[in-house]
């Protein structure tokens, strides 16, 4: 079986509320990318990326189909696409770190392996180890707290027991917002904030201290990207976990975060990491030094949803 060519499908999709983080505008809708795989064998696989905006990526969409198009699809076509760890060596190599681009067709070639040999690509990938996993709602910034509770109401009536908050803009709002989804929902729900990296590493501190005592499972990427010594220190001076996300996105990343003690907790994400092959080694890395590990995505569609299901699978 070889590859002979590779589909780009762009896609803007509304969301249904605007979607807003601590750093830029309100966002309107999603720009994701399909991709499809084809083989000379007619079978084809998918993979999806987004061009995604935020401290530590920004990905334009005509960026990713040009690099995908004009620069990955004449390196594979005509290989195996069995061969994904070469072929993902290829792309990396020629050029160097465009994850977000290499995610969606390192995704596709799993894909293709998978319905080749008839099997779900987790059984590629050492065989099922669960057969669920819990997932997260993910509460973005609202006006008020009033509109929050609202948001998180109508996740919890869907079953969700597992809440992102996004916080990072006006303390005192975070910290209203962590008391109301504290005194609605009691111990029933599993909280967890998310700064995106907006806070300095004062902020920072002054903030996780108000919300200590309110059972935070872990406070992600509380400050900038490229400030491991500041993370390091979170560790030390609150009882929060320090979830690393905006700082890790190769498997080196990853080390340098381990060897400073960084964080305990790590966030990938399919498109960020590179798609499941890479993640997959971040995850083995990651159990290696004792962090536990939060498979996640950007905002994406059932495609990239489904590769994460398949990597939680394994």
Not at 207 to 223: G, H, N, R, S, V
Not at 229 to 238: E, I, Q, V
Request: hydrophobic letters at 45%.
């Amino acid at each position: 079986m070889k590859i002979t060519e590779i589909e780009t499908i762009p896609l803007r999709l509304p969301f249904a509320q605007p979607f807003k983080i601590s750093q830029g505008a309100d966002r309107e809708w999603l720009e994701t990318l399909i991709v499809r795989v084809h083989t000379d064998e007619g079978i084809v696989g998918i993979g999806e990326t987004q061009a995604w905006r935020r401290q530590g990526s920004a990905e334009l969409m005509w960026n990713l189909v040009r690099t995908i198009k004009d620069h990955f699809e004449p390196l594979i076509a005509g290989r195996s696409p069995f061969d994904i760890g070469g072929i993902l060596h290829t792309l990396n190599e020629a050029l160097y770190n465009t994850l977000y681009a290499q995610a969606a067709v390192a995704d596709a070639l799993y894909d293709i392996a998978g319905k080749a040999v008839g099997l779900p690509v987790h059984k590629l990938l050492g065989g099922e180890c669960r057969d669920r996993v819990r997932v997260c709602g993910l509460l973005a910034m609202k006006p008020s707290v009033a509109e929050l509770m609202e948001s998180a109401q109508a996740f919890y009536e869907r079953g969700f027991r597992h809440f992102g908050l996004k916080i990072g803009i006006d303390p005192r709002q975070d910290l209203a917002n962590v008391v109301a989804l504290r005194d609605r929902f009691g111990d029933r729900v599993v909280l967890r904030v998310d700064a995106n990296g907006a806070l300095t590493y004062d902020a920072a501190l002054a903030l996780l201290t108000k919300l200590e005592p309110y059972d935070i499972d872990a406070a992600e990427q509380p400050i900038a990207i490229w400030d491991l010594d500041g993370l390091a220190a979170l560790c030390r001076a609150t009882s929060i976990p320090i979830m690393a996300d905006e700082s890790v996105s190769t498997d080196h990343s990853l080390l340098e975060v381990i060897r400073r003690r960084a964080a305990t907790v790590v966030q990938t994400k399919i498109a960020k990491n590179g798609g499941m092959y890479r993640v997959w080694r971040l995850w083995a890395l990651a159990s290696a030094a004792g962090m536990r590990i939060y498979p996640g995505n950007h905002p994406s569609t059932s495609v990239a949803t489904a590769a994460v299901a398949q990597l939680c699978a394994a």
